[in-house]
């Protein structure tokens, strides 16, 4: 059992700054891919970025250039700082865990709403 805990959404004006965190406790996988994915109301939930336990990371190409995936090993915990953050931006964000060699998501976090408005 793996269990994450989300914090650091909130209100921002377009432009803004912006840095999720996720700490991860339990039977956490040696090898394994965390991620952010996104959901917008009335829109599909999209992943955002993720980053391996090695550290190599992915980014959906609407981010790229604004948000960055890194994590901090001794706490277990992963971020995601997202800078000039736009109305578009706006969503709950889930932060998740996978082991390497499944397709899918094996544990989410509980959510956490960002909105970007002025």
Do not use: H
């Not at 969503?91 to 909105?115: E, M």
């Amino acid at each position: 059992q793996v269990q994450l805990v989300e914090s650091g959404g909130g209100l921002v004006q377009p432009g803004g700054s912006l840095r999720l965190s996720c700490a991860a406790s339990g039977n956490i996988f040696s090898s394994n891919i965390m991620g952010w994915y996104r959901q917008a109301p009335g829109k599909q939930r999209e992943l955002v970025a993720t980053i391996t336990s090695g550290g190599s990371t992915r980014y959906v190409d609407s981010v790229k250039g604004r948000f960055t995936i890194y994590r901090d090993s001794d706490k277990n915990t992963v971020y995601l700082e997202m800078n000039s953050l736009k109305p578009e931006d706006t969503a709950v964000y889930y932060c998740s865990i996978r082991r390497l060699f499944v397709s899918r998501p094996d544990y989410w976090g509980q959510g956490t709403q960002v909105t970007v408005s002025s």
